[in-house]
């Protein structure tokens, strides 16, 4: 069994609290069921991922573990093939997006026209709402599409709270959990493998 983990799980504050407190925290609690799990779960971070969590990680204490039980892999970009519906899709979706942050952005400069005064606010909630129109649901870095990738060429299980990761693992068939039940699922799998239970 293989999972493929995002940053989400241990730096989403919502996600990460199923694990502790701190990013730190959480990832030294998943470190605890990855050493419960050793030699029969097997747990992947694509380059760019993994220098997101060790950001937020403290990588001193928790290096040798990590370096034990997490698995750091590239995707293999040269001999993955992606089927051509996902590249239409991703075109449709891609300007769809822009049509809406258009509407976005002449809603504000209207706002802007007859609230003079509160341009600020204006320019404020058209930031939030552009970013919303354009990024949410969709994958928008280097590192998330590794993380599609390297799912995909494993046949791995994706671990993630981003909605545009979720999507596309789904458009593109590829196994995933969402991360808010992550914990749960660690659990379950040490109680099965004969580990005992609660860390």
């Keep these: 069994m293989r999972f493929v983990l995002d940053t989400s799980i241990f730096v989403n504050p919502e996600i990460r609290g199923k694990f502790g407190d701190s990013p730190t925290e959480a990832m030294r609690t998943f470190l605890r ?10 747990f992947y971070m694509p380059p760019g991922i993994y220098r997101e969590v060790m ?4 990588g001193e204490e928790l290096i040798p573990e990590i370096e034990l039980y997490i698995i750091k892999k590239p995707p293999n970009v040269h ?3 992606i089927p051509a519906f996902v590249v239409y899709e991703l075109i449709d979706d891609i300007r769809r997006r822009i049509d809406k942050g258009l509407r976005v952005a002449e809603k504000a400069v209207r706002e802007s026209v007859i609230e003079t005064d509160n341009v600020d606010r204006i320019i404020q909630k058209l ?5 919303k129109a354009l990024r949410e649901g969709i994958v928008d870095s280097k590192e998330d599409f590794e993380l599609i990738l390297l799912a995909k ?19 593109m068939g590829i196994k995933w959990i969402d991360a808010a039940n992550f914990r749960e699922v660690l659990e379950g799998l040490v109680e099965r493998l004969g580990e005992g239970k609660n860390l």
């Design 153 to 171: 060429e494993l046949d791995a299980t994706i671990v993630s709270a981003d909605v545009g990761i979720l999507t596309w693992a789904q458009k």
């Design 79 to 81: 001999d993955i093939r």
């Design 33 to 42: 069921y990855a050493e419960r799990l050793f030699g029969r779960v097997e």
């Design 55 to 58: 950001h937020f990680v403290d």
């Design 127 to 131: 930031r939030r709402n552009y970013r």
